[in-house]
């Protein structure tokens, strides 16, 4: 316990801590229901939470995306600065995407709302989420096709789109004439307004009942307590350095030349250190991030492994240090593309993972599918509207010391976001969903087998396109202890008459009426060598079509032998 704190009283911090997290989770509730656009609303590619005047994170939604873990922040900061804190009023909105300070692609947009308690400035509510469309010249995910940020959309630097509570009609009228969706776009933008207002009113209604001194005091004691229990568990951790190394295919524009991802980790008593200094150069495609994607990436693995169960909090990563120097593609200088900013981060995640395994051979599993996984398909309806779908597809998780990998889940930095529901997905849109099955050897073989990933196929009903982005067919997921790696990604594409094409990357890709796309997403590596499994649990991989007969032959001899 901090001596610095102790005059909190304990039952107040446990009022404390469990409102804050549930404002948080109000915002988000609130945000769900009113959003426009499935990214929102169904995958809930956002996060919310409650930031102090420092622009520390005081707390943030459960279920939030991890690669937002802790980074409002950087956004309200940035505003604080230009504004100063007396510059923000009552009714202020202010909205953020700046590629240089968010280091995010531009879809990402930031809205945050001061929070006054008899005239006084004592926090900000903010949230980000996905916009489905900024404008530029990149429709959906996965485009290949930029080379600065200049072309990839609007950017926004701290603007109060709202001011004393009149809205800015110019800045309105811009952000609606340059985007290709401004119904759902501005839609979204009011859902966030809300969410924002909602979660500083509740925690106004929090100081004016308890003060503002004894909620600081609190919200400090509550970050205290998460660095210590963070501590504890590095304690435990050998200190030594480790170090790993794993590639991704290629920057999507040059794909020939595979992009080093290697991660240093250092641990000294109750400290880790994740330094990038011989990560790959930035890249000359949107196939980077600014400082906020590899920082991103070490808390995402980071807390994975030292409070999973803890809510987030400033104090979550006090004893974290990221050593990131600029011009690498977790760090790009300012001005590069960043389109494809969150493509390398769970490489960059396993890869840490995988540079701590000999220190905790007990706790760190085999590698996840390793991309963002999703699908863009878009064009004109018809009647000529035009329509974007954006999914999210899951794959198979590593296999783990003491059992199987997932199924059919999404990246690890993307936590608890979810797929469309293939009903809603083919009433909105003009495309039919013909097959969404697990994918059949897909697992890399193992002691403990890795997850799944799945097979889905969509039909066009109208002429339109796809952008297509595979990632980690070079480097499939590894296995650990023995185990084989898995599946790797791969889509194909059939057309009437014409041969099927397998496609790893792709940006508008044509399609004609009735073209189908199968994307085969990746499954998990396995643990532990085959040899080890047992034959129940082969002959349940085989009743359940996870492990074909072929597989089961190939992979774990003993099986082989008893079929003769």
């Known amino acids: 316990m901090s001596n610095q704190h102790a005059g909190a009283h304990p039952i107040t911090v446990e009022v404390v801590r469990n409102s804050i ?199 400090a004691r509550i970050w205290d307590q998460a660095d210590i229990a963070v501590r504890a568990v590095i304690e435990k951790i050998p200190d ?100 494809l900013w969150s493509i390398a981060l769970p490489t960059t995640i396993d890869t840490i993972l995988k540079a701590l395994a000999p220190a905790l051979p007990d706790r760190i599993p085999a590698a996840h599918k390793g991309d963002m996984g999703g699908c863009s398909f878009y064009g004109f309806r018809k009647d000529g509207s035009r329509f974007l779908l954006l999914n999210i597809f899951g794959g198979g998780w590593g296999g783990r010391p003491a059992e199987d990998g997932e199924d059919a889940s999404v990246s690890v930095c993307q936590g608890d976001v979810r797929n469309s529901p293939v009903e809603l997905q083919e009433i909105r849109y003009p495309i039919l969903v013909e097959e969404h099955a697990l994918r059949e050897d897909s697992g890399g073989a193992g002691r403990f087998r890795g997850g799944l990933g799945v097979r889905i196929t969509y039909k066009t009903l109208v002429p339109c396109k796809v952008t297509i982005n595979c990632e980690r067919t070079k480097v499939p997921p590894w296995g650990l202890a023995g185990g084989l790696p898995g599946a790797h990604n791969l889509a194909t594409v059939r057309s009437a008459g014409q041969a099927d094409r397998v496609i790893f990357k792709g940006t508008e890709i044509p399609l004609a009426e009735g073209d189908t796309v199968t994307f085969l997403t990746a499954g998990g590596g396995g643990y532990g060598a085959p040899s080890g499994r047992t034959q129940g649990e082969v002959e349940n991989d085989l009743a359940q079509g996870f492990v074909s007969p072929e597989s089961a032959g190939a992979f774990y001899a003993w099986r082989a032998v008893a079929a003769q």
């Not at 279920?63 to 923000?88: H, K, M, Q, S, Y």
């Not at 006054?116 to 469309?133: E, P, Q």
């Not at 011989?278 to 590899?294: D, V």
Request: some cysteine; glycine content about 10%; hydrophobic content about 40%.
């Open 21 to 219: 997290v549930a404002y948080a989770d109000e915002m988000a509730n609130a945000l769900c229901k009113a959003a426009y656009n499935m990214m929102i609303y169904e995958v809930r590619d956002f996060c919310c939470g409650l930031i102090d005047t420092q622009g520390r994170m005081i707390s943030q939604n459960r279920g939030g995306l991890p690669i937002f873990l802790a980074d409002l922040g950087v956004a309200v900061e940035d505003g604080i600065r230009r504004w100063g804190l007396d510059g923000f009023k009552p009714g202020d909105i202010m909205i953020m995407n700046h590629g240089e300070v968010c280091g995010q692609h531009l879809n990402n947009v930031v809205i945050y709302a001061p929070c006054f308690v008899d005239g006084v400035l004592v926090a900000f509510a903010a949230n980000r989420a996905h916009w489905v469309d900024i404008g530029g010249m990149r429709i959906g995910f996965g485009s290949s096709l930029t080379t600065e940020i200049f072309a990839e959309g609007i950017q926004m630097r701290s603007l109060k789109i709202y001011e004393a509570g009149v809205r800015n009609e110019t800045l309105w009228q811009i952000i609606h004439d340059n985007v290709r969706f401004p119904a759902a776009c501005l839609g979204d933008m009011r859902a966030q307004v809300a969410s924002c207002q909602l979660g500083a009113r509740r925690y106004g209604e929090l100081v004016l009942r308890y003060g503002r001194e004894t909620v600081e005091t609190c919200i």
């Open 240 to 339: 030594g350095t480790y170090v790993a190394e794993s590639a991704l295919d290629n920057d999507g524009r040059n794909l020939d030349v595979m992009i080093r991802i290697k991660t240093t980790v250092t641990i000294k008593g109750s400290t880790m250190t994740v330094d990038y200094s011989e990560m790959n150069p930035q890249t000359h495609s949107p196939l980077n991030s600014g400082k906020s994607g590899g920082i991103a990436a070490a808390r995402v693995a980071f807390k994975a492994i030292t409070s999973p169960d803890l809510d987030v909090n400033e104090g979550c990563f006090r004893a974290l240090e990221v050593i990131t120097p600029e011009g690498t593609i977790v760090n790009a200088k300012a001005g590069a593309a960043i389109g």
